[in-house]
């Protein structure tokens, strides 16, 4: 009977300790989100209408060649000419941070995918000790090296 005592307390604190490491877990999920969240934010605010400065700018690269295979009058071609380079210029300025926005943003898809790990870990572990408790079968439940692993790493830098 003393025994049956000391596994269900053990398995009460290991239940407590699972619960405060889901709470940070969360937490840290929580930020994790908020952060790729804000850079979906910056990413939109970069880009915001370079679809149609693209577009704008194929429309001149189409007039500037009708101009010069003599399919129109000429104009003025050179006004048409810069403005299709500062059009360049500006897409060319937008789309420069793809690759460092794509490259956060797999980091931080990397962190949920972690955190998401560790916390079915966690509902697993929970699930086993609730299955020992309703069947009655309090045997010894040692803290695994797992268990000990997990633990360490929930303080995980978002």
């Not at 025994?3 to 877990?25: F, I, P, T, Y």
Request: aromatic share 6%; with cysteine; proline share 1%.
């Amino acid at each position: 009977r003393a025994l049956c005592s000391l596994a269900q307390d053990r398995v009460w604190e290991e239940s407590k300790e699972a619960m405060g490491q889901l709470r940070e877990l969360k937490a840290a999920k929580r930020n994790v989100q908020a952060k790729l969240a804000e850079l979906f934010e910056q990413r939109k605010e970069q880009i915001a209408d370079l679809p149609d400065l693209i577009e704008e700018r194929d429309m001149l690269g189409k007039c500037i060649f009708q101009i010069k295979a003599g399919l129109t009058k000429e104009s003025d071609t050179a006004d048409l000419k810069q403005k299709q380079k500062e059009l360049d210029k500006e897409i060319r300025r937008r789309s420069a941070g793809t690759r460092v926005f794509f490259k956060r943003k797999l980091e931080l898809r990397m962190q949920l995918d972690e955190l998401h790990t560790k916390i079915h870990e966690i509902y697993g572990r929970q699930e086993q000790n609730e299955r020992r408790r309703q069947n009655g079968t309090w045997e010894e439940t040692a803290h695994s090296s797992a268990w000990d692993d997990l633990s360490d790493s929930c303080h995980l830098k978002a």
